[in-house]
C-alpha cells in the first residue's frame, strides 16, 4: 500500500507540475496549426489576386508553410519548458550534421529557388529534362512532378533540373510535327505535294502561321521522301501527328500515288 501511495503522489506531483505546460503546448499546436493553415489560405487568395505566376504561388506558399510549423513546434517544445537557447544550439549542430548528408537536398533546395527566378519552364508547360518528357504538373521546393504521355508521374529533383538541360516545347506556344512520307519513284513529285499539302491545310488543328511545308527530304533506294511539317499547339501535338500520318495515307491512295513497300517476288521453274 505505501508503494502505491508514493507512486500515486509522484503521480499527482508529475501532473501539478507539467499538466498545465502539456496542455498549454497541446493549445498552442491547434491553434497554432489553424492560424498557420488561415495564414497561408490568406496568402494564397492574396497571390490569386495579384495574377501571381502559379508555379511561385505553390512554391511560397510551400516555403511560408513550412517556415511557420518549425517556429510553432519550438514555440510547442518551449512551453514545456524546454531551454530553446540549448534547443537551438542542439538543431544547429544537429543542422550542420544533417546539412553534410544532405548536401543533394541542399542543391535541390537551391535549384528550387533558381527555378522560381529565371522560370525556364511553368505549371501546365510540356517539356523534356533530365531524359524524361512530360507537362508539368507541381514546382515543389525539392522536386519538379511531371505528367507522361502514357500519364505516369515523374518526380526530378530541382537541382538536376537547374543545372541540366531543358527543352521547353510550350514557350513558343508552337510546335513543329514531323512525318516522313515516301512515295514511288514513278509517280508525279509535284502532284504529290499539293495532295500532302491540301491534307496539312484542311486540318484545323494545324497552323497557318507559321507556314505548314512539304518538301522533298531524300532520294532514297526504292522511294522519293517527302518532309511533311505542320506547326500545331503543344496541346494539339498528338492529334496533328495522328491525323496526318493517316490523311496522307488516304489522300494519297485516292489520287492513285503509290506508297513503296517491300515486295517479293517469287520465281517459277518452267
Known amino acids: 500500500m505505501e508503494d502505491a501511495q508514493i507512486w500515486m503522489n509522484k503521480g499527482i506531483d508529475f501532473i501539478t507540475e507539467y499538466g498545465p505546460k502539456l496542455i498549454g503546448a497541446i493549445l498552442i499546436f491547434m491553434i497554432g496549426s489553424w492560424i498557420i493553415k488561415k495564414i497561408v489560405g490568406v496568402s494564397r487568395k492574396a497571390m490569386s489576386k495579384g495574377k501571381y505566376d502559379e508555379s511561385l504561388q505553390r512554391f511560397l506558399l510551400n516555403l511560408t508553410s513550412w517556415a511557420l510549423k518549425i517556429l510553432l513546434i519550438i514555440m510547442v517544445i518551449s512551453t514545456l519548458g524546454v531551454n530553446v537557447t540549448t534547443f537551438a544550439a542542439v538543431i544547429a549542430a544537429a543542422g550542420l550534421a544533417v546539412g553534410l548528408a544532405l548536401q543533394g537536398s541542399l542543391s535541390n533546395f537551391a535549384g528550387g529557388i533558381l527555378i522560381m ?24 521546393i525539392f522536386t519538379t512532378k511531371l505528367i507522361t504521355p502514357q500519364n505516369k508521374l515523374a518526380i526530378v529533383p530541382n537541382g538536376a533540373m537547374a543545372n541540366g538541360n531543358i527543352v521547353n516545347y510550350t514557350a513558343e506556344g508552337k510546335i513543329r510535327v514531323d512525318v516522313e512520307i515516301g512515295i514511288g519513284y514513278g509517280e508525279d513529285i509535284k502532284k504529290a505535294k499539293e495532295v500532302l499539302m491540301e491534307v496539312l491545310t484542311s486540318n484545323e488543328k494545324v497552323l497557318q502561321d507559321p507556314e505548314p511545308s512539304v518538301n522533298v527530304s531524300a532520294l532514297a533506294d526504292s522511294s522519293i521522301n517527302f518532309a511533311v511539317r505542320p506547326y500545331a499547339k503543344p496541346e494539339d501535338y498528338w492529334d496533328v501527328f495522328f491525323a496526318t500520318t ?14 513503296p513497300y517491300p ?6 521453274n518452267g
Open 117 to 140: 527566378i529565371f522560370k525556364p519552364y511553368r505549371i501546365g508547360d510540356l517539356i523534356e529534362a533530365q531524359g524524361v518528357l512530360g507537362a508539368v504538373k507541381e514546382i515543389e
Open 246 to 259: 493517316e490523311g496522307c495515307k488516304l489522300a494519297l491512295d485516292k489520287a492513285g500515288i503509290e506508297i
Open 263 to 268: 515486295h517479293v517476288q517469287i520465281l517459277k
